[in-house]
């Protein structure tokens, strides 16, 4: 890590906006003040104007029970309404919420006034299958505008939509439906990408088959989109049919008022254990700061922008700058379904072109895939349209930030890299278009009303130029509100290593630059990030000695120049198995299809290596520091807590040896 912080420390190039893009922002410096002057009152402010209110709050933040906060908690709101029914009340029906491109070509054009019919009706729909306030429902559904319609269908009755992202496995799909115990799933029968239809349907199918266990199944109803056009097995009397009963439904329905803290989602994300975090949000602060970064990092003109955010609605991504964030704005935006190389590696900036994007929101991997390819690519299509760029999910290396600019941007086009996670629920790093001086690689201040700090271990802020640990050291509105039937895990995981100074800890690395701007630096623990998606050593590990073969397994994230971090498997096979070492590739051909399978194709070893012995400590501890040097192609690091200290050169001959 100390060569990557010394080669981003060299990067002296700043960017200041243009005289006419900073006279025409819609932030301006005065937010940070008037932040810093009250932060409570400057949330309250943010969440008058940017939101309707059936019932005013007199409460702002209750932070009296620490780390269980509330935010607005005498308010009352329906977030469907916010994002839906006032736009249209306003006068702005006619306006596009959503501009959507199927990976074949189809497209469909949604105006709000659309937009809110077609939630009302799957509203009704899922008040008659018995959903209410609080009930869970998954939804499991490509990149159309049934997902965002879901979504918000599900936020209208006031019950909790736990989305879960189509490239998720029926195992992985099973584990959500049970941990959140959901009623309704809401799936598809499949959808396109890289060029022809991906079932979805089976996988539900899957999760819910009955498993003998004696689980009780919480599942009464699948209501399923036609999409893919795929054969799909039917269970009557479960499974709907959208196109049968959304239609029929009315479009008149009025959206009641729910306590600002009523949950809004889970989102299920990795941690350091093999066991899925559901991240809850609720209502009234989540969309608050949805909305007040949406509008202000993405400097929002509603009437004239085209806004483009690549992210899946499977992803916290998705949930706040698809979903949420633009639509409680009444942006008009591109969703586009597919891959971004179907059918040819033009499609984005064929998009762009075509749709006169101006805003476009995506993540670095995205970025250095295009890179690779060459800017003869991007070149051959027409993007003048495009006004700002943002960037999220990983560090974006200076490299990639400016080309991003020069070949995307014109050189033109600010550049806001933004830094949140699923459990921040919105942006809390990012520069402000038109106010801040941008940095390629740093993401630079916290945002207007969010107080972040690089802290030693001891809870100290580092000086600047020194690196650290990063914090967030005051509530904010879009906080976590904690994991789903858990909440002992949430205080330890977030809270207890600096319950001292009462300091959330995001398990990010970071440093201070002479400025004070904030550097990201990676995961500290042991989260993978492959490409922008989360992704745990602890869970692949389990899917890992799942298999009948495998004894004991290690997995660590090693760098890739591709995908920022690739994982990387070390396994054990049992004796009893031995005989499988016989082809040892279609040994690891069948592994990494059984990750595949286990948790999803994003979660599939980039490597495995089959070796006789993991490397550990006297007391047993995996050393990964050790396994991730191997992986890397580092001379090993201090071997000598090991109880075998032989076991690293057996392991490394084998790594050598295989490239
Ligand atoms: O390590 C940070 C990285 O992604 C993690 C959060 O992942 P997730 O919850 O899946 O949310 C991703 C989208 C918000 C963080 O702990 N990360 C996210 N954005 C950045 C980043 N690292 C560096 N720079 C960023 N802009």
Redesign the pocket.
């Given at each position: 890590m100390s060569t990557q912080i010394d080669h981003l420390m060299n990067e002296s190039r700043k960017f200041a906006p243009s005289a006419e893009f900073a006279a025409a922002a819609v932030a301006s410096a005065d937010l940070y003040e008037s932040a810093n002057a009250n932060r409570d009152d400057f949330w309250a402010t943010q969440a008058r104007e940017l939101l309707h209110w059936h019932t005013p709050f007199e409460q702002v933040l209750d932070w009296s029970n620490p780390p269980f906060a509330t935010w607005f908690a005498d308010g009352e709101l329906n977030v469907a309404y916010n994002c839906l029914d006032r736009h249209v009340e306003a006068g702005n029906g006619d306006r596009t919420a959503l501009l959507w491109e199927g990976e074949n070509g189809d497209e469909r054009q949604v105006t709000y006034a659309e937009l809110t019919d077609e939630v009302s009706r799957v509203a009704h729909v899922l008040e008659d299958l018995g959903i209410s306030v609080n009930d869970r429902v998954a939804i499991y559904l490509p990149m159309i505008p049934e997902a965002i319609v879901a979504m918000l269908a599900v936020a209208r009755i006031g019950a909790v939509h736990s989305v879960v992202f189509g490239g998720f496995s029926a195992d992985s799909l099973r584990a959500r439906i049970d941990d959140a115990g959901a009623k309704v799933v809401i799936t598809a029968d499949g959808g396109y990408r890289k060029g022809k239809v991906s079932a979805l349907k089976p996988a539900v199918d899957m999760a819910l088959a009955d498993r003998g266990n004696g689980v009780q199944e919480t599942v009464e109803n699948v209501l399923v989109v036609r999409r893919g056009g795929n054969e799909v097995e039917w269970q009557e009397g479960r499974d709907l049919w959208w196109h049968d009963v959304v239609p029929a439904a009315s479009a008149a329905h009025t959206a009641k008022a729910f306590p600002a803290e009523n949950p809004l989602f889970i989102l299920y994300?990795s941690g350091t254990t093999g066991k899925p975090k559901g991240i809850v949000h609720t209502s009234g602060g989540y969309l608050t700061q949805a909305a007040f970064t949406h509008r202000n990092v993405f400097d929002l003109k509603p009437e004239s922008d085209v806004y483009w955010c690549t992210a899946d609605v499977g992803?916290?991504?998705g949930h706040s700058y698809v979903t949420y964030g633009p639509l409680a704005n009444g942006a008009t935006q591109v969703i586009y379904e597919g891959t971004p190389d179907s059918p040819h590696p033009g499609r984005w900036w064929e998009i762009v072109e075509k749709y006169r994007v101006t805003t476009l929101y995506t993540a670095p991997t995205a970025i250095r895939s295009f890179m690779k390819i060459g800017r003869h690519i991007p070149q051959k299509f027409d993007l003048s349209s495009l006004r700002l760029l943002g960037?999220?999910?990983?560090?974006?290396n200076p490299e990639a930030w400016m080309w991003y600019r020069s070949v995307i941007g014109a050189d033109l086009a600010p550049i806001v890299?933004?830094?949140?996670?699923?459990?921040t629920g919105a942006i809390m790093i990012s520069a402000l278009p038109g106010v801040t001086e941008t940095k390629p690689g740093s993401?630079q201040v916290a945002v207007p009303g969010v107080a972040i700090e690089v802290v030693n271990e001891a809870g100290e802020t580092v000086a600047n130029g020194d690196g650290g640990l990063l914090v967030v050291t005051e509530p904010w509105p879009s906080m976590l509100r904690g994991i789903w039937g858990d909440p002992d895990r949430f205080v330890e995981t977030y809270w207890e290593k600096f319950a001292a100074q009462g300091y959330y800890f995001?398990?990010?690395g970071a440093r201070r630059d002479e400025d004070g701007d904030i550097w990201?630096l990676?995961?500290v623990d042991d989260v993978m990030?492959v490409s922008?998606?989360?992704l745990s050593t602890a869970e692949i590990e389990s899917a890992l000695v799942a298999h009948e073969a495998t004894a004991e397994a290690a997995v660590v994230g090693a760098s890739d120049e591709a995908t920022g971090q690739a994982v990387v498997a070390f396994v054990c096979i049992k004796e009893s198995h031995k005989d499988v070492l016989k082809d040892t590739d279609a040994l690891v051909k069948n592994l990494r299809t059984w990750v595949g399978e286990q948790i999803g194709p994003i979660a599939r070893p980039r490597d495995i290596y089959i070796v006789t012995e993991l490397p550990k400590t006297r007391s047993g501890k995996i050393m990964r520091r050790l396994l991730r040097d191997v992986a890397e192609g580092r001379e090993v690091g201090d071997t000598t807590t090991l109880a075998d200290t032989m076991v690293m050169s057996t392991i490394q001959s084998k790594v050598t040896g295989k490239k």
């Open positions: 994300t992803w916290i991504t960037s999220v999910g990983e560090p974006i890299d933004t830094w949140w996670q699923t459990e993401a995001a398990g990010d990201l990676g995961r990030n922008g998606h989360r």
